[in-house]
């Protein structure tokens, strides 16, 4: 029986029923996410969340940077160049999910039935060292389908594309595909890496700039130019006031590239940006004072400096707490929690909370002193 039969409409009174029946007996919401792991040793690519794939090759970019080419199941849909999404893989017993963009093109994968994710490995990181050594031979993995709104722009207007190390990978599935589809629509890419070496897929945006006229690749090498300037913008690309800009990279570049570019005369409204990890906390105190967080179930607290805004993610850490978390840039929901009272600032929206309970995700939330009640209460997952 597939799970489609199994389906059952949500909310209606036969959705409560099957759902209470399935957590009596068995502890879970549906009957299927029971079995799955038997099922599992005989259909290894089956699931019940997400699409069960094939890593078929690791393959080696820089000293630092590699892609995994994966062969998603053929129930996985298309997606939009730009887009990325969750990979969850299982380490020791537990599930683990990062968020990766697709770095290929929907022509590359509908014509070879692969996908190409590109990852630079994080210094000290757990997660990116390990997926590049444990699939070396192959396995599988869980995928999502694709998320995410850094995409190429409607119509035809021009582009200008900035990007900084690892944050190339959405741009190479944009160039493909607008390669790949023949598309007239004029591109500059400025690609800075820290050092010629750590510019990737250079061959390859090269031949793709050679064999359409309307693609132009400019490769900035760190070590020779430095950081992104007004006078590297000028001198490569003197018509960026009539281009839509794109940005994404390292958060220092981005804010960079902004503000040099608003400061240049582009609108705000022009410029579109991803970051590649947290976003920075931009945010205006209406107190001087610092915050206290209190943590209900471990019964410790702190103080936060109202100079120094921090997620409480890494306030939660930087008291010995291991709350649950994942991608750390408000996009997994894996570290949600109650906030009991106090208000928060969502670095990811740029609103505040009310000051009483609510769910709230930790790594883009702050404590904000906004009122004579100083102390954000948590009842985090600790």
Not at 70 to 92: M, V
Not at 148 to 171: Q, R
Not at 210 to 221: C, K, P
Request: proline share 4%; with cysteine.
């Amino acid at each position: 029986m597939s799970q489609r039969e199994l389906t059952i409409p949500s909310g209606s009174a036969g959705a409560k029923a099957w759902n209470w029946l399935a957590q009596s007996l068995t502890q879970h919401d549906q009957m299927t996410a029971y079995f799955e792991p038997l099922i599992q040793i005989v259909l290894p690519q089956w699931t019940t969340t997400g699409y069960r794939s094939k890593v078929v090759q690791v393959r080696r970019e820089t000293a630092d940077v590699y892609t995994l080419v994966i062969k998603p199941s053929g129930r996985w849909p298309q997606f939009t160049p730009g887009q990325y999404l969750e990979i969850t893989a299982e380490r020791d017993g537990a599930r683990q999910s990062r968020y990766f963009s697709i770095s290929c093109s929907p022509e590359q994968y509908s014509r070879s039935g692969n996908i190409e994710l590109t990852i630079r490995v994080q210094e000290g990181g757990r997660i990116t060292p390990w997926l590049r050594e444990h699939f070396e031979h192959g396995g599988i993995v869980t995928l999502s389908a694709a998320q995410g709104e850094f995409v190429l722009p409607a119509g035809n207007e021009p582009l200008l594309m900035i990007a900084g190390g690892s944050g190339i990978t959405p741009f190479r599935s944009m160039l493909q595909h607008l390669g790949a589809s023949k598309s007239s629509r004029d591109v500059h890419l400025m690609y800075y890496g820290r050092d010629a070496q750590s510019l990737l897929f250079r061959d390859e945006f090269e031949r793709l700039a050679a064999e359409h006229s309307n693609i132009h690749v400019t490769f900035m090498d760190g070590e020779e130019v430095g950081v992104i300037s007004e006078e590297h913008i000028t001198e490569h690309c003197a018509d960026y006031a009539e281009r839509l800009a794109m940005i994404c990279g390292p958060t220092p570049m981005i804010k960079r590239s902004r503000a040099l570019l608003q400061e240049m005369g582009v609108a705000v409204e022009r410029i579109d940006f991803e970051y590649f990890g947290a976003a920075p906390i931009e945010m205006e105190r209406e107190s001087a004072d610092d915050a206290l967080v209190s943590f209900e179930r471990s019964g410790l607290f702190t103080e936060v400096s109202a100079k120094e805004p921090t997620s409480l993610l890494d306030v939660a850490e930087s008291q010995g707490l291991k709350p649950v978390s994942g991608c750390r840039i408000g996009v997994c929901h894996q570290c949600k929690c109650t906030k009991k009272s106090g208000v928060v600032y969502n670095t990811k929206t740029g609103a505040y909370s009310d000051t009483g309970h609510e769910d709230i995700q930790l790594c883009i939330s702050v404590a904000v002193n906004r009122s004579e009640e100083h102390t954000s209460e948590l009842q985090s997952p600790d």
